[in-house]
Nanobody
């Protein structure tokens, strides 16, 4: 069974940091573009925040450049999202997803995790 599982979310104070993990089972992440998305309460899911491509290239949305870092460990079949300087507006459920395509469009991603909640509050 093909599966993505996110972890690492939680409650963090403004200005803090988190590292989210996205672990794959049943397939090899190395062959896919992996994107991170989020959905804030009462809002639609945003386009890709960042993407790690199978060739090692990365993409960051302007809104997260400088604060978000995506990386992958192919040996662990895991992709990470490091977030620093967290803001209350970063509060959302964060999802990772896998696609054969290099794209920011969520509709082009074939496999999705269940999401991990990130809450930024004092």
């Amino acid at each position: 069974q093909l599966q993505l599982v996110e972890s690492g979310g939680g409650l963090v104070q403004p200005g803090g940091s988190l590292r989210l993990s996205c672990a794959a089972s049943g397939f090899t992440l190395e062959n896919y573009a992996i994107g991170w998305f989020r959905q804030a309460p009462g809002k639609e899911r945003e386009g890709a925040l960042c993407i790690s491509n199978s060739d090692g290239s990365t993409y960051y949305a302007d809104s997260v450049k400088g604060r978000f870092t995506i990386s992958r460990d192919n040996a662990k079949n895991t992709v990470y999202l490091q977030i620093k300087s967290l803001k209350p507006e970063d509060t959302a459920v964060y999802y990772c997803a896998a696609s054969w395509l290099w794209t920011v469009q969520a509709s082009e991603y074939d496999y999705w995790g269940q999401g991990t909640q990130v809450t930024v509050s004092s």
